[in-house]
């Protein structure tokens, strides 16, 4: 026993060591490459010449150093990451636009976001802000919404309770504890539960980054929930810890709400995930100015000063190997053609469900540990998207940079699940949650882009068998039985929207049309319509699988980037890319941004001072 303590803690000391100090590799980080601000790019011409850069075999750059499968922020922010060291990256893009989640696209002249609605954590000099300006060279800018940034609202039309949720801790619960007399201990303990859990998170990069025996070691002796409160908690549900801590069903429903963040119902989630998102948000919350978009716009620059490209319309149809199963290359399918693109080392951010299913070679795809990795995963819950353009300024339509979580009953549990479990026909009757926000009214450049205008949009779940059968179809003609069902959720969000924000009136609406999941396997390639990855439940804590996905495939060369590599979310995803960069480059980039943060902090502060 004695030993194997011993044994313990003299790895646990060297490992320590050398994650903090024997880092060899290149550093991204390494100085501070914020430019002053340029003059912003509005006009869409402009902007497509970086970003729908189309697939021909010429573009491609010769003696590349890696290929990257898809440009969503984890592909392009390893490409960015590995740029920065002088990396010849090439990343290819499926759609016909550069940025996954993060592409905009235009109807009728309104532009929308696709999955970026807001994101926290972008305190000025916090290390997320400093990775994010460094890797955008200063030129993404960030707005914060108000405060209060969601609202919660409960209960039928006849009976809506509304909940703002304010950021800043103090002012959080200060302000819950004014709608709920009587809760003060219920809400001082909640907050101090997840503001401790969330905070064990750096313990899942540990795990990822770690020597394999090492992460083993930590896990089957039970010392990795000693060692963060991220997982302890991670085994309990979201449900059971908070009816522990209080009675009053509205203030249940309020501890839980953002569950919609990452897709699982309060009795799946894992207390840690939710713990996180909640401390995410904790101080506020941000939208990047004029649109999302401008995150691949402004990385895609750096990676090409490298000598690398992003080019979309570039379907990887395979991934090559040589003989003795080390990645080689993909072929990307132009028309029926296939062109084959060598580079040492293959990246996909494609997620883990089409990385090993739809990529590899029937003979690898067998292979056990493939398979094991692939039985510690399921494909989240599908996500309904609805988009709408609107004739009038936020001013005339009372429109707020903030977000509105409506849901019919606070029981999200059995509420949810009803609506999940039903059949199609009915669920378009009657959707119970519904996120409405209005991406125009957070973003101060929009009166200038497209005045008069606004925009709303509305995000649910949906089942991906609802609308399975017209899967094959043509994206644009899935024929009229598939309208209708479309029109029918459409029409029932609508009640909801109109009721809720009473400005908005169905004469107002210039343009509306909903994605179904099947919209979502179209356009960012989610193989089950799924918002966010890879499921986000109880078991994707399990601290096993956190090792046993890791960027490392068990493919010689092959890596994995992205939110199924870490977590989902933007900060999520871009996680993924900073631990997929710290294994290729050899240094653990975690630590980097926090050391530049912390050395951009000072200087920063010292020019005021002077
Ligand atoms: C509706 C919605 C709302 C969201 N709201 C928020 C939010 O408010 N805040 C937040 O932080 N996060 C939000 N998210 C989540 C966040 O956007 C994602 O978690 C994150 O952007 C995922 O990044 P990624 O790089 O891992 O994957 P993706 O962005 O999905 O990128 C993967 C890319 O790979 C491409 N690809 C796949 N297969 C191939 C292939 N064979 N060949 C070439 N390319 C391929 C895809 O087309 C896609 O572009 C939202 C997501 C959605 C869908
Ligand atoms: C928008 O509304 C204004 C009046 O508020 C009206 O004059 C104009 O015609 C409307 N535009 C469209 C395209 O409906
Ligand atoms: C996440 C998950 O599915 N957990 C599995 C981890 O591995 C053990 C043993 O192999 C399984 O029993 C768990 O189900």
Known sequence: MLMIVAFACVSLVIFILKYVFGNSGPNPFEKDCREPLKEKVYDKKEKNKVLKQGFVASKVPDNLDAVIIGSGVGGLGLAVLLAKVGKKV?????????????????????????????IGGLMDHKPFRCMLDQMTNGQLEWEKLENPFDHVVLGPPENRRSYPIYSGSARYSEELKKRFPGEEKAIDEYLKLVKKTGKGIWVMAVLKLCPLPLAKFLIYTGLVKHLSYFYKMAPRSLTDVVNELTENKDLRAVFTYIFGTYGNLPKDSSFSMHSLLTTHYLNGAWYPKAGSSEIAYHMIPIIEKAGGAVLVRA?????????????????????????????????SDAGIFNTYE??????????????????????GEGGLSIFIGLNGTKEELGLKANNYWIFTENNFDELVEKYMNAEREDASKKIPLLFVASPSAKDPSWEERSPGK???????????????????????????????LKQAFIDSALDVVMDVFPKITRDKIE????????????????PKGEFYG???????????????????????????????????????????????????LNRNLHLAAIALAKRTKYVNNKLKDE
């Open 90 to 118: 090439l990343v290819l893009e499926q759609h016909s636009r550069a940025g996954g989640c993060c592409h905009t696209f235009t109807e009728k002249g309104f532009e929308f976001d696709v999955g970026i609605h807001y």
């Open 315 to 347: 379907p990887v149809n395979r991934i090559l190997f040589n003989d003795a199963k080390e990645a080689c290359g993909v072929s990307v399918l132009k028309g029926q053609e296939e062109v084959h693109i060598k580079a040492p080392m293959v990246i």
């Open 358 to 379: 739809n990529l590899l070679p029937k003979e690898l795809q067998v292979m056990p540990e493939i398979q094991k990795q692939l039985s510690l995963v399921k494909h």
């Open 454 to 484: 606004s925009t709303l949009s509305l995000v649910s779940f949906a089942k991906y068998s609802w609308f399975e059968e017209w899967k094959d179809d043509k994206v644009t003609n899935r024929g009229s039985d598939y309208k209708e």
């Open 511 to 526: 343009y509306i049309d909903a994605g179904t999941p099947i919209t979502n396997t179209h356009y960012i390639a989610a």
């Open 534 to 584: 890879v499921d986000h439940g109880i078991a994707r804590f399990n601290p096993e699988l956190n090792v046993t996905i890791r960027p490392q495939t068990p493919l010689k060369n092959l890596y994995l980037t992205g939110q199924d590599v870490f977590l989902c979310g933007f900060a999520g995803a871009l996680a993924g890319a900073l631990t997929c960069g710290s294994v290729i």
